[in-house]
């Protein structure tokens, strides 16, 4: 089926469910963008990346990092999945006490 067909009769049943009036002007909507739109909208649902090549039918997963470039909720909510690191820790190691016995014993 070829785009146009598909966007036809997409139209058609959107039309007959009076969803959209027959004058509303209709933005291009491809079965690649409804592929695609589908692909994010399983994404943000937290499905991972792995099952949506499979239904998608990639061959591989790095097909699907097409779809990683996801919104701005997405990247919001990992950032909110972690705590702000504290450098000072990380940039200045204190050995506990049981480890600076033991070397001081040596």
């Known amino acids: 089926m070829t785009d146009h067909a598909a966007l036809n009769r997409l139209l058609n049943l959107l039309r007959s469910l009076n969803v ?3 004058a509303t002007p209709i933005v291009l909507v491809t079965p690649h963008v409804l ?4 692909a ?3 994404l943000s649902a937290g499905v ?3 099952v949506i090549a ?3 039918g990639h061959e591989s997963t ?3 990092e097409v779809y990683m470039h996801a919104h701005m909720a997405l990247k919001e909510a990992a950032l909110a999945k972690v705590e702000p690191l504290n450098r000072r820790n990380i940039l200045h190691y204190q050995p ?3 480890l600076l016995n033991f ?3 040596l």
């Open 20 to 22: 959209i009036k027959p």
């Open 96 to 98: 506990g006490d049981k």
């Open 62 to 64: 790095q097909t699907t």
């Open 48 to 50: 991972d990346t792995t």
């Open 103 to 105: 070397l001081t014993s």
């Open 35 to 38: 592929r695609h739109t589908a």
């Open 40 to 42: 994010m909208e399983l």
């Open 54 to 56: 499979m239904w998608l």
